[in-house]
């Protein structure tokens, strides 16, 4: 399905060529029907409310009173965002039974003061604990390719990535701690932008990792993610100029994160970095040796795991027996850290950040594959532990780097015209958001211009 942009849709409502209302109806309309994926895209649906929020944004925009660039056009939002009278699941039975949230998050409080038209939340992997987007509770969305076979969308955030796929809502929002924005936007062929974790408020989101977690768009490209980063960091500014690519100093590592490459990858990687050098960027591979030891540092589990059993060990408690088993696994690792063992890893991350980082001055971005692989079969994984557990592993380590240097990033599709999908990640460190969005337009349009040829 081709995707209209953010800005193409805003075009077309101001030319009254259409309306918000016949956008949300049309949204409805596919998340509704019972022959596609709506029914486990969405954990909920807001018909009504939404019918009531497009009706109000066609006012407005009559009136010549538009509050945004998102003015009018749909938007999913991931369930672990507070919405005011209704339970947080995060994709959870657990959490059933608990109180209502007391208020909206201000991530959507600030959606719906742009005009953003909220049509429901959306599935992800249990407490957003596994890269791959399976949840044995609501179902697992499938991947809008190769469909027939059934492969995974990836996640955390993965009926976000659907929910933008199949047209059930322009721009999802999501979550990302070790990449559940970028890598189902890797593997359903969309973009997903992960900011620096301080950008966007936290308040009234379910956390998985306080040290990690940070939120973000998933959209159908690197423009619309930037309007989207507008209205939720609070910034209000408008989408950065594309930056050109020629003269960009792009730096490939040539550690860790091209290991276990499959073909279709591999291909599609090279094809990227060969379109960005005729285009006059300066792509030099350079060693990043801190990469290969980032896994000694989380030996024993992380901040992910340290900061979940925090969060979860009362609720593990009470509902254990409703948790995903292997959500359960990797919470229950963070049990046996002691406190000596979190401060070693705060302490070893701030040394391996300022290393990180001081490499990477020099240049102006890093590439590498979002993922390494193209969306494994749902099948195989629900299957297998042993499966799962090496694919969620090979599938967020590459995400994972950027998360740990509190950097941003942006994954954009690099695959040929009818090819598998396959992200290209454009990262940076922390505080380059508005630089990163500007470089990732140029690169963005760099590769369409010669994959769509």
Known sequence: ????????????????????????????????????????????????RARAQAQASDALRQAGAARSPIEGLTVSIKDLFDVKGETTRAGSRALEDAAPAPANAPVVRRLMAAGAVLVGRTNMTEFAYSGLGLNPHFGTPLNPYDRAAGRIPGGSSSGAAVSVTDAMAVAGIGSDTGGSVRIPAALCGITGFKPTAARVPRDGVLPLSTSLDSIGPLAPSVACCAALDAVLSGSGEDVPLPCPVAGLRLAVPTTLVMEGMDETVAAAFAAALGILSRNGAQVREIPVPEFAGLAAINAKGGLSAAEAWHWHRDLIARRGPAYDPRVLSRILRGRDMTAADYLDVVEARAAWVRAVAARLAPFDALLLPTVPVVAPLVSTLAADDAAYGAANALILRNPTLLNFLDGCALSVPCQPAGGAPVGLMIAAPGGMDRRLLSMGQGIEAALRAALDA
């Open 1 to 48: 399905m081709t995707l209209n942009t953010i800005a193409q849709l805003a075009a077309a409502l101001d030319a009254g060529a259409t309306s918000a209302a016949a956008l949300t109806e049309a949204a409805l309309e596919r998340a509704a029907d019972p022959a596609g994926e709506g029914g486990r895209v969405f954990t909920r649906l807001y018909p009504e």
